[in-house]
């Protein structure tokens, strides 16, 4: 019997990456829903707006990417990012709003596109649910009966303000979480 050749392939997605005091205070709630409601997942990654969901790329074709992405960056302008309290998708995940703005729009969809033609991805989008940018402070491991108390607490709760960004990242999983891996600056 053949042996079985190791998947060389990792996991990566595109985002975001929240510029301080944002990235602060989103980790101070992810903290809080682990402590007060045993919702310890959204911890694994730091604070973002996911652009591109995570996708399986070969390690050693690495520097491909990278290159890529960063020709797709460079193409890029600075887009402001405005936040509007909190949010959720039943029954497990709640999330910090990111305001709707044709700016976001436009670099998610022209990133779905780029992916698609330039590095072959065709999973930019969760099954055909349209872009809905946010940052998750809950998700997965949060039971049902802990969404519902938390959503109560959250429902009503402010979440305000606004930050400009000139960057993407890629992230990478190393097993146990997500790190940023490659920031790539905007060229416009």
């Known amino acids: 019997m053949p042996e079985k050749k190791k998947d060389k392939r990792k996991l990566y997605f595109l985002g975001l990456i929240l510029p301080s005091p944002y990235f602060e205070k989103a980790v101070n709630l992810k903290q809080y829903f682990s402590d007060q409601f045993n919702s310890k997942a959204a911890l694994r990654s730091p604070p973002h707006i996911t652009l591109h969901m995570p996708f399986k790329w070969n390690e050693e074709k ?4 990278i290159s890529t992405i960063q020709v797709f960056a460079q193409a890029q302008s600075s887009i402001n990012i405005e936040f509007n309290d909190f949010g959720c998708f039943r029954p497990r995940v709640i999330f910090v709003n990111v305001g709707k703005s ?3 729009e436009n670099l998610q969809r022209n990133l779905h596109r780029f992916s698609k033609q330039e590095l072959n991805l065709f999973n930019a989008n969760y099954k055909e649910f349209p872009f809905h940018p946010h940052v998750t402070v809950a998700f997965r491991d949060l039971k049902k009966a802990n969404f519902t108390q ?21 992230l990478k999983h190393n097993g146990k979480e997500w790190e940023v891996y490659q920031r790539f600056l905007f060229g416009g």
């Open 102 to 104: 044709e700016q976001l």
């Open 150 to 170: 938390a959503w109560q607490e959250f429902a009503e709760k402010k979440f305000e303000g606004e930050f400009t960004t000139n960057e993407i990242s890629l």
């Open 62 to 65: 690495e520097k491909v990417l």
